[in-house]
């Protein structure tokens, strides 16, 4: 297959791109900066279409990954960068399997498992979990996280791609020694000294292991009858503490 990766420089879309090449596929990463990798990298804005529209077009799978990193300060510039980012390349990579006289056959959508409310009752599954925003005895500060998933999905719903499949990875952090990743910094907490407990300790970590969360991603390509949300995540969260 061809699959091409918008956004696919990060650790997730390395994650993908090393699996996937591996198995022979030609990978095509759309990025913002020129990379030598064992793969095609083609630049892009990630807001307008270009030439790289050329990847798309016969393209077998797309999987957008695009997004500003959410390990910084969340300033107002930040802020602004997390939400435009995810919601501008979703956006322009609509316009392009659109445009397409080949569309992809499916189109997985990055998106984040942060969508759901924090909950002791009940897991949150794709058909019966509980969305998040203005839940009591949550901080207002959440509600950002929950507004720009909330922005990235609809901009998925609202592009015009008939021939495609649909699919949005709501994920939950995925776990993988690669540098850049959340256990990156988790780790880096840890030998500062900042580890452990945080607040009560009650509160669930949803996690996904990076070979479970490839073997998911190959699993979604193969199932033609599935679209939608879908949760990709460890059936086991564990307790912060």
């Known amino acids: 297959m061809r699959i091409v ?5 990060g650790q997730v879309g390395t994650i993908l791109s090393r699996a996937f090449h591996a198995d022979g596929h030609d990978v095509v990463v759309l990025s913002r900066r020129p990379e030598t990798r064992p793969w095609r990298v083609v630049l ?6 270009g030439d790289w529209c050329r990847a798309i077009d016969g393209a077998d799978a797309v999987i957008n990954l695009t997004g500003r990193s959410v390990n910084c300060r969340y300033n107002a510039r930040n802020r602004r960068e ?7 390349s979703t956006r322009v990579v609509g316009q ?3 445009r397409a006289e080949r569309p992809p056959r499916v189109w997985l959508q990055a998106s984040t498992a942060t969508i759901y409310a924090h909950r002791y009752d009940a897991p949150n599954d794709e058909h019966t979990g509980k969305l998040g925003g203005h839940d009591p005895g949550t901080p207002n500060t959440w509600q950002f996280s929950l507004d ?3 922005a990235w999905e609809r901009a998925l719903a609202e592009a015009v ?3 495609t499949r649909r699919v949005l990875l709501r994920s939950a952090m995925v776990m993988s020694p690669d540098a850049g990743g959340i256990f990156d910094a988790l780790l880096a907490l840890v030998r500062r000294g900042l580890g452990g407990r945080a607040g009560s300790g009650r509160q669930f970590i949803s996690w996904i292991h990076e070979h479970d969360f490839v073997a998911a991603v190959r699993w979604l390509i193969d199932r033609p009858h599935l679209d939608g949300a879908v949760n990709l995540t460890s059936p086991q969260p564990v307790p912060n503490a």
Not at 44 to 49: C, E, F, I, R, T
């Open 44 to 49: 892009w804005d990630a807001v307008s279409l």
């Open 161 to 163: 791609t008939p021939a």
């Open 5 to 9: 990766l918008p956004g696919g420089s």
């Open 96 to 98: 392009a399997i659109a």
């Open 148 to 150: 720009v998933v909330d």
């Open 82 to 88: 997390i939400l435009e980012s995810r919601v501008e």
